[in-house]
């Protein structure tokens, strides 16, 4: 905004002093131009004339007063522009003074400074990143067994703490520039130091990895600028390798592992498989016997059924023989003879029918 007004005050400027210079040449051209014309002139005509230039003259002289304004405007203008500055949101403003830097930071908003004595300088606070240790800059660093790795594409995001703007301007060249804060020796010394805290295998974890770099960069940053003046915002690592030598070893033992995994995998679904089996045909015997069972169980269930109903017949069939009963049962079946009797030793056998007969005799 103060760039933009400075510009429109100079622009007015430069033009009210160029249509002055234009309006006085021309004015005096048209005066000569004018007298040259009284050359034959009548005293009547001359006195015409002359008015004329008088006139004329007026009538410059007042549109020159309100155009000789305009410059004054424009440095008014241009001295008012240069009085104020507006900082941005997320920057802070360091006020100089012929060199000598403000320990005050001034916030964003609206600014005073004495024109042309004073200027403000922006400190930008926002999050910015850099990324270090490129391709052809990677870091070689060691995990905790001497395990040589090789770090590449860190990318680092800080902020510049807004309290310590002052101390960022006045102490550190190009600031603004990520490289000047960050040089390569700090980065590689504080990565170095983080690596070698981890195993070779948990140092490509990149969960475990990039908070301790971060907890590494943060202390070299705060040993060399201080404490809490640069804030570590985030750390990310873009690759990390081997040596060669290792990285084949890694490679063999990945193989190995996996076809391990593979093998794994085999035999447990083999022994699933069979464990399936077993499982599905004890189940089948299972159900066969209990259909055995049940079977066996209905059977004797029947025959206690049946005997039961046989029982109950009997006994209503033996309530049923009342000697009366029995006679004529007797009587139906008797085929008119007596039986004969025989002793217990079979010695003697008697004819109940020849008793019968001689019984009535005597």
Do not use: H
Not at 84 to 93: A, H, P, Q, V
Not at 118 to 147: L, P
Not at 283 to 291: G, M, P, R
């Amino acid at each position: 905004m103060n760039g933009f007004l400075i510009f429109i005050a100079l622009v007015v400027f430069v033009g009210s002093i160029a249509f002055l210079v234009i309006s006085d040449f021309k004015k005096d051209k048209t005066i000569i131009d004018i007298k040259r014309n009284t050359y034959r002139a009548s005293e009547e005509e001359m006195e015409i004339i002359t008015t004329k230039i008088k006139q004329y003259e007026q009538e410059y002289k007042l549109m020159k007063n309100k155009v000789i304004l305009l410059p004054f405007i424009s440095i008014v203008l241009i001295v008012f522009a240069s009085s104020f500055k507006i900082i941005s949101t997320n920057y802070t403003g360091i006020k100089v003074t012929f060199g000598q830097v403000s320990e005050n930071v001034l916030p964003a908003g609206f600014n005073w400074k004495i024109p042309f004595i004073q200027k403000i300088v922006d400190v930008n606070n926002k999050r910015q990143d850099i990324t270090v240790a490129k391709e052809k800059d990677k870091i070689e660093a060691e995990s905790s067994e001497r395990v040589k790795l090789y770090i590449e594409n860190v990318t680092i995001t800080y902020r510049i703490s807004e309290d310590k703007s002052v101390y960022i301007y006045k102490n550190v060249a190009n600031y603004s520039d990520g490289n000047s804060l960050f040089d390569s020796i700090l980065i590689s010394s504080a990565i170095k130091a983080g690596a070698i805290t981890f195993n070779v295998t948990d140092v490509t974890n990149r969960m475990k990895l990039e908070p301790k770099l971060k907890e590494t960069i943060q202390k070299a940053v705060n040993d060399k600028y201080g404490e809490n003046s640069i804030i570590i915002e985030n750390i990310a690592v873009g690759n990390i390798d081997y040596d060669a030598v290792y990285s084949q070893m890694i490679q063999d033992r990945n193989n190995a592992e996996e076809i391990q995994k593979k093998q794994s995998i085999e035999n447990k679904t083999a022994a699933e498989k069979a464990e399936n089996d077993n499982k599905i045909a004890k189940e089948k015997q299972e159900t066969e016997n209990q259909i055995k069972i049940d079977r066996a169980t209905a059977d004797a269930e029947a025959l206690k059924i049946k005997a039961e109903a046989e029982k109950l017949a009997n006994e209503m069939k033996t309530k049923s023989l009342t000697p009366e009963v029995l006679m004529n049962y007797w009587l139906d079946k008797w085929d008119g003879k007596l039986p004969t009797v025989m002793s217990d030793d079979g010695s003697l056998m008697l004819d109940m029918s020849k008793l019968m007969e001689t019984t009535p005799a005597e």
